[in-house]
């Protein structure tokens, strides 16, 4: 395994990084730009009230996405294994 194949393995698990964290960020983003939408127009301050719906959000969308997540990790280090495999 030359150098350029490790640079494109740390690229791949960069890129596959932010494809399965930015889903659940922009959740968590559009949850609380909503909260706080509602907290400005309703005058209440509450703390809870921007934590709570945005981190049940976040755990939501994680349980629905986790399959998708999982193939998809799956499929990467497979590749790894095989390219592992073909150096011995």
Known sequence: MDEAEVVDFARE???????ISAPVMLIGLVVGVIIA???ALTQIQEMTLAFVPKMMAIYLAIYLLFPVYATAMQNF???IADKIIGMG
């Open 37 to 39: 939408l509602i907290q």
């Open 77 to 79: 280090t497979d590749r």
């Open 13 to 19: 698990a960069i890129i596959l990084t932010i494809q």
